[in-house]
Every structure is written in structure tokens, then in C-alpha cells.
């Protein structure tokens, strides 16, 4: 290394310092000094640590769980799997610690509250050492403006009544402002309900694919064969189809969003090697209460107990990222929502808003759960939604419909 490399490593290395120092350094929040000598405005208080935390950096991620004392790298580059840290060093406000998987030792120093700066780094042997900086997401992320933040709250006791109506359908709902109109801020409602996750799996099978693609492991235009052997029942548009065909990755991923696809799903599963990735995603991610465990349509491994589940929280969770372009760049986003936007079954969500109201969704249906997330994408008051029932198919559509409409009329419609 010249002296003119190890000044600018040597720069680097003080500014991820100052950066990491800023981010885990108490908040003191300065009280504004009044006229007459008499307290100012009560400042907010700071958003609460969570012991479940993962630093966004570009093409992977960083999890801590401060409550087991693991952690898990996972990138481009590799996946080290969850790593027991039993000498993670834990504070209120943050996480920080050092372990070693193979050759390369991970350093790192995660705040605990979402939205702030956190710092990794590997060092690898022959190699300079690699950092990175990046965003801290929790779940939830605290809003940026908490001020603005509390004119969503009151939407929480409107949803409330839907679900408390709702006695034939246990519901959840949680959903993040996008926009900035409100801080964005997150509100729920039985946000950790866990119901069958029907064809909202689906997105995680979605964004594991174009994870990939970012890393350069996979390219949309590869062919991937299907059989009469793979073809499924249910929803989706490749039965009807001539089958054998060569389907590309491109047209397979459509056709699981756009059609809702059974068919398409399993060939990525089976493309993408199984379930295990797909848990890892969810897993790096800290979404607790998600599992891929079976194939959709495969109704042998359900009545053997094997089944897929998630929750409102861990939706948006999943919603908020690829928006925030954390786990996804900001090209594979817009193809996602792209194919969302395109989404065919239209009976929740977009029956229950005025027509032309643009929204990006997935549904998830099965004879005891209807579920309907995504994105409503008015100008201004883009808004993540989740809305999850368990009980008879029937009545949770409506259940959706009312979640929907309520939602709609407090973010858009109100003032």
C-alpha cells in the first residue's frame, strides 16, 4: 500500500468512526427557552431499543438477536448462518461484539433502535479490511418524525372496531406510512397474529429470486423446464398453458404475483434450492413469525402439519425494506412493485377503493384465511398495508374490504 492509499484507508477508518460514534451516543434533547424563563415544549421521547436489529449495507445484511446473543451475515458474498456470540456485549441502546466463521472475522457494533448507524466489519486474511456502514432496521421502524407520527395514531382505534366486529375472523392489521405525511409512522392491530400465509409466501419467494439477481446469481432470462409433473391446481396461468415448456425466470416470477401462480412458486422453490434460502431471508430479516415449510397446493405435507405462516408486522417488514430499497436495489424494487401493480385478483383491497385508486398487492387465499398486503400508491400518501384473517374465506374478504376502506379513508381521503 502507498502513502497515498493509506491516507485515504486511514481517512475511511476515522470517518466510520465518527459516523458509528454520532449514532450510538446518547440523545440529549436541548429544551427550547421561553420568553418568561418557564419550560419549553416536551421534546418526544426516543424511540425504544429492540433486542431483533440488522444493518442494511449494499447486497446483504447484518442480524442481531441481543436476546439469544447471535448474529447472522448474509451477502453476496456468503451466509454464515446463525452464529452463536456468547460474549455479545449488550447495552440498552445497542449490540456489539466480534466472531469468527471460517477465515473471516466479523466485528461489529449495531445500535438497537431502527434508523440509526451501524457499523461492520470482516477482516479476511491477506485482505484489507472491508467495512461497512450502514442503516439499522427494526421491526418496527421507529417513525422519523414523531411529531407527525402522532396524526396517525387515532387510526389504530378505527381499525380496532373492524376487528373487534370482525368475531367470526380473527384479523390483524399493520400499516407504515411511505409518504412522510405522517412520520412514517406504523400502527397495528394484532400486528403478531399468525395465521396460514396462503400466497403472501409468495413475496418472500419473490424477493429471495431478485436478491439473487442483484448478486448476479441468477439472470432473469434463464429457462427453467416444466413439466406435467410440476403443474398444480388452484390459482394461476401456466395449467392452461402447452406444457412441457422452457418458462423463464422472468415469466415465472410474473405469473407467482400477477396470476397468483402455484405452479410458477414451486419451480422457484425448487430453483432457488428448496426452503431453506427462503428461511434464511426470513430469518436474516428477524420476521419470527414467517416459515416457508411447504410447497403451495401440496396438500400431503399439510395434513402432515407442515405449513407456512407470517403476520402483519413481518409483511410490513418485508414491504418496507424492498421499498426502502434495504433488501432489494432499487432496480429489482421497482420490478417487484411493477408485478404487484399488475396483480389480477382484484375482489379486497381495489373492490373496497374508489376505482383507478393505484395499488401494488398479493393476496393470499385459502378456504380459512384471506389476506390482501401491499401498497397504495397515491401521490403523497403511499402507505405499506397488511391485512391477515384467519376463519371462513367468505367473511374475511369482507373483513378485508372494511380494513382496506378504513385505512383508505384516513390516509387518503382524510384530511
Given at each position: 500500500m502507498n502513502k497515498a492509499d493509506k491516507q485515504v484507508s486511514s481517512h475511511r477508518r476515522r470517518m466510520v468512526v465518527l459516523l458509528v460514534t454520532a449514532a450510538l451516543a446518547p440523545v440529549v434533547a436541548s429544551t427550547p427557552a421561553t420568553a418568561d424563563g418557564g419550560p419549553g415544549p416536551t421534546a418526544p421521547p426516543p424511540p425504544p431499543a429492540n433486542p431483533l436489529a440488522w444493518l442494511a449495507f449494499p447486497g446483504g445484511v447484518f442480524s442481531v438477536d441481543a436476546v439469544a446473543r447471535t448474529v447472522r451475515y448474509r451477502a453476496c458474498d456468503r451466509d454464515t448462518g446463525r452464529v452463536a456470540d456468547p460474549g455479545m456485549r449488550v447495552t440498552a441502546r445497542s449490540a456489539s461484539g466480534r466472531v469468527t466463521v471460517g477465515a473471516t472475522t466479523y466485528r461489529?457494533?449495531?445500535?438497537?433502535?431502527?434508523?440509526?448507524?451501524?457499523?461492520?466489519?470482516?477482516?479476511?486474511?491477506?485482505?484489507?479490511?472491508?467495512?461497512?456502514?450502514?442503516?439499522?432496521?427494526?421491526?418496527?421502524?421507529?417513525?422519523?418524525?414523531?411529531?407527525?407520527?402522532?396524526?396517525?395514531?387515532?387510526?389504530?382505534?378505527?381499525?380496532?372496531?373492524?376487528?373487534?366486529?370482525?368475531?367470526?375472523?380473527?384479523?390483524?392489521?399493520?400499516?407504515?406510512?411511505?409518504?412522510?405525511?405522517?412520520?412514517?409512522?406504523?400502527v397495528s392491530v394484532n400486528g403478531t397474529l399468525r395465521p396460514k400465509a396462503a400466497s403472501v409466501i409468495k413475496l418472500w419467494i419473490l424477493v429471495e429470486l431478485l436478491r439473487r439477481v442483484?448478486?448476479?446469481?441468477?439472470?432473469?432470462?434463464?429457462?427453467?423446464?416444466?413439466?406435467?409433473a410440476d403443474v398444480v391446481d388452484g390459482t394461476g396461468q401456466l395449467q392452461f398453458e402447452p406444457i412441457p415448456q422452457v418458462a423463464s425466470l422472468h415469466k415465472l416470477a410474473e405469473y407467482m404475483i400477477e396470476y397468483s401462480d402455484n405452479t410458477a412458486a414451486n419451480m422457484?422453490?425448487?430453483?432457488?434450492?428448496?426452503?431453506?434460502?427462503v428461511n434464511a431471508l426470513i430469518d436474516s430479516m428477524n420476521q419470527r413469525e414467517t416459515v416457508l415449510a411447504r410447497k403451495l397446493l401440496d396438500t400431503e405435507a399439510a395434513a402432515r402439519g407442515e405449513e407456512n405462516y407470517t403476520s402483519p408486522d413481518d409483511v410490513i417488514s418485508l414491504l418496507g425494506a424492498v421499498w426502502?430499497?434495504?433488501?432489494?436495489?432499487?432496480?429489482?424494487?421497482?420490478?417487484?412493485?411493477?408485478?404487484?401493480r399488475e396483480q389480477t385478483l382484484n375482489t379486497k383491497i381495489p373492490a373496497a377503493l374508489p376505482p383507478g385508486t393505484p395499488v401494488a398487492h398479493k393476496t393470499g387465499d385459502l378456504p380459512d384465511a384471506s389476506h390482501d398486503v401491499g401498497y397504495y400508491l397515491v401521490p403523497g400518501a403511499e402507505t405499506a398495508v397488511a391485512f391477515l384473517t384467519a376463519g371462513p374465506i367468505a367473511t374475511g374478504d369482507e373483513v378485508v374490504r372494511q380494513l382496506a376502506r378504513t385505512v383508505y379513508d384516513y390516509v387518503v381521503a382524510g384530511p
Amino acid at each position: 500500500m502507498n502513502k497515498a492509499d493509506k491516507q485515504v484507508s486511514s481517512h475511511r477508518r476515522r470517518m466510520v468512526v465518527l459516523l458509528v460514534t454520532a449514532a450510538l451516543a446518547p440523545v440529549v434533547a436541548s429544551t427550547p427557552a421561553t420568553a418568561d424563563g418557564g419550560p419549553g415544549p416536551t421534546a418526544p421521547p426516543p424511540p425504544p431499543a429492540n433486542p431483533l436489529a440488522w444493518l442494511a449495507f449494499p447486497g446483504g445484511v447484518f442480524s442481531v438477536d441481543a436476546v439469544a446473543r447471535t448474529v447472522r451475515y448474509r451477502a453476496c458474498d456468503r451466509d454464515t448462518g446463525r452464529v452463536a456470540d456468547p460474549g455479545m456485549r449488550v447495552t440498552a441502546r445497542s449490540a456489539s461484539g466480534r466472531v469468527t466463521v471460517g477465515a473471516t472475522t466479523y466485528r461489529y457494533d449495531i445500535p438497537l433502535v431502527g434508523r440509526s448507524t451501524g457499523m461492520l466489519v470482516l477482516f479476511r486474511p491477506h485482505t484489507r479490511p472491508d467495512w461497512q456502514v450502514g442503516e439499522v432496521v427494526t421491526n418496527p421502524l421507529p417513525p422519523t418524525d414523531p411529531v407527525a407520527g402522532q396524526a396517525l395514531l387515532p387510526l389504530t382505534g378505527q381499525l380496532r372496531q373492524v376487528v373487534d366486529a370482525a368475531t367470526t375472523n380473527p384479523a390483524g392489521v399493520t400499516v407504515r406510512d411511505l409518504s412522510g405525511r405522517y412520520g412514517d409512522q406504523q400502527v397495528s392491530v394484532n400486528g403478531t397474529l399468525r395465521p396460514k400465509a396462503a400466497s403472501v409466501i409468495k413475496l418472500w419467494i419473490l424477493v429471495e429470486l431478485l436478491r439473487r439477481v442483484d448478486c448476479g446469481q441468477a439472470s432473469l432470462d434463464e429457462g427453467v423446464l416444466v413439466t406435467r409433473a410440476d403443474v398444480v391446481d388452484g390459482t394461476g396461468q401456466l395449467q392452461f398453458e402447452p406444457i412441457p415448456q422452457v418458462a423463464s425466470l422472468h415469466k415465472l416470477a410474473e405469473y407467482m404475483i400477477e396470476y397468483s401462480d402455484n405452479t410458477a412458486a414451486n419451480m422457484l422453490i425448487n430453483y432457488l434450492g428448496g426452503f431453506a434460502p427462503v428461511n434464511a431471508l426470513i430469518d436474516s430479516m428477524n420476521q419470527r413469525e414467517t416459515v416457508l415449510a411447504r410447497k403451495l397446493l401440496d396438500t400431503e405435507a399439510a395434513a402432515r402439519g407442515e405449513e407456512n405462516y407470517t403476520s402483519p408486522d413481518d409483511v410490513i417488514s418485508l414491504l418496507g425494506a424492498v421499498w426502502d430499497a434495504q433488501i432489494l436495489t432499487p432496480a429489482s424494487r421497482d420490478l417487484m412493485i411493477g408485478f404487484l401493480r399488475e396483480q389480477t385478483l382484484n375482489t379486497k383491497i381495489p373492490a373496497a377503493l374508489p376505482p383507478g385508486t393505484p395499488v401494488a398487492h398479493k393476496t393470499g387465499d385459502l378456504p380459512d384465511a384471506s389476506h390482501d398486503v401491499g401498497y397504495y400508491l397515491v401521490p403523497g400518501a403511499e402507505t405499506a398495508v397488511a391485512f391477515l384473517t384467519a376463519g371462513p374465506i367468505a367473511t374475511g374478504d369482507e373483513v378485508v374490504r372494511q380494513l382496506a376502506r378504513t385505512v383508505y379513508d384516513y390516509v387518503v381521503a382524510g384530511p
